[in-house]
C-alpha cells in the first residue's frame, strides 16, 4: 500500500509541475504580447503623424480602428484587485477565446490570499481547462464558461460553470467520472486535496446541459499560510 501510494505522490507531483509550467508559458505569452505592443508604440505614433501631415485623415482612421482590433485581443478581461488571479484568470480567458469559447469573468477580491500561489494556480488552472475541453465538444455558438469569484465573509468563493454536450453527467462512487483519462483525474485529487488541507468546501453539480463546480476557501487572518503564499507581512 505504502509503494501505491508513493507512486500515485509521484504521479500528483509531476502532474502538478506539468501545470505550473503550461501556466506560467501562458502568462508569459501573454505578457510578451503587452510589451511588444508598448515596444511598437512609438512606431505607430510616427505613423499617424506621417498620414495626418498629408492630411490623409481617412488613413489614420482606418490606423486607429487596426490598432484599436489589435489592443482589444491584448487588453486584460479581468481585474479582481488580486494580480495573482489576474494573471491566471487572463491567461486563461486568452487561451479559450483563442478557441472560440465565450467568457464572462465577474471576478473581485480586495484582500490578499492566503493561499500560496502554487494552490492557486492548482485550483484555478485545474478548472479553468476541465471547463475549456468540455466546451470544445460543442459548437462555437454554444461554447460558453462562467468564472465568478468573490469574497463572502472571510471566504474566497470560486464558482465555474461551462456548457457540456452531454445531458447529466453520471457519478460512480459519489463521483463524476473523469472522461479526459488520468491527467484529468490527477487533477481532480490534486484539487481535492488542496481544498481539505484549506477547510475548504467543494461542490461538483451537473444538471442537463451544464457543469458547475464551487469551492469555499477560508481566509481568516489567524490562519497558518502555506510556503510561498500572498499573506500581508
Known amino acids: 500500500m505504502g509503494f501505491l501510494s508513493r507512486r500515485m505522490d509521484r504521479r500528483v507531483a509531476a502532474y502538478q509541475r506539468d501545470l505550473m509550467e503550461t501556466h506560467y508559458a501562458e502568462v508569459e505569452n501573454m505578457y510578451r504580447q503587452v510589451r511588444l505592443w508598448r515596444h ?14 498629408q ?8 490606423y486607429l480602428d487596426a490598432l484599436d482590433d489589435d489592443l482589444s485581443a491584448l ?6 484587485g488580486n494580480p495573482m488571479t489576474d494573471a491566471i484568470l487572463n491567461s486563461k480567458i486568452s487561451l479559450a477565446r483563442s478557441k472560440h469559447i465565450r467568457v464572462e469573468a465577474d471576478a473581485h477580491i480586495p484582500v490578499r490570499l492566503r493561499l500560496s500561489e502554487l494552490d492557486l494556480c492548482c485550483i484555478l488552472g485545474n478548472l479553468f481547462d476541465n471547463a ?36 447529466k453527467l ?14 484529468r ?11 481539505e488541507r484549506l477547510a475548504g468546501y467543494l461542490s461538483r453539480n451537473s444538471e442537463d446541459g451544464a457543469f ?13 499560510p502555506e510556503s510561498g503564499d500572498s499573506s500581508p507581512d
Not at 511598437?40 to 501631415?53: I, P
Not at 492630411?55 to 482606418?62: C, F, M, N, Q, Y
Not at 453520471?170 to 473523469?178: A, D, L, M, Q, V
Open 55 to 62: 492630411g490623409d485623415l481617412e488613413a489614420v482612421r482606418r
Open 132 to 167: 475549456i475541453e468540455a466546451s470544445l465538444a460543442l459548437p462555437e455558438d454554444r461554447r460558453l464558461i462562467r468564472v465568478y469569484m468573490d469574497m463572502k465573509g472571510s471566504q474566497l468563493y470560486v464558482s465555474f460553470t461551462n456548457l457540456t454536450a452531454a445531458g
Open 185 to 195: 483525474g490527477l487533477g481532480l485529487v490534486r484539487m481535492d486535496a488542496i481544498v
Open 40 to 53: 511598437d508604440w512609438r512606431s505607430h505614433l510616427q505613423a499617424m503623424k506621417a498620414y495626418a501631415a
Open 170 to 183: 453520471p457519478k460512480t462512487g459519489g463521483r463524476f467520472s473523469s472522461t479526459k483519462g488520468r491527467d
Open 212 to 224: 458547475t463546480t464551487e469551492i469555499l476557501l477560508p481566509q481568516e487572518s489567524g490562519s497558518s
Open 75 to 80: 487588453d486584460t478581461a479581468v481585474k479582481t
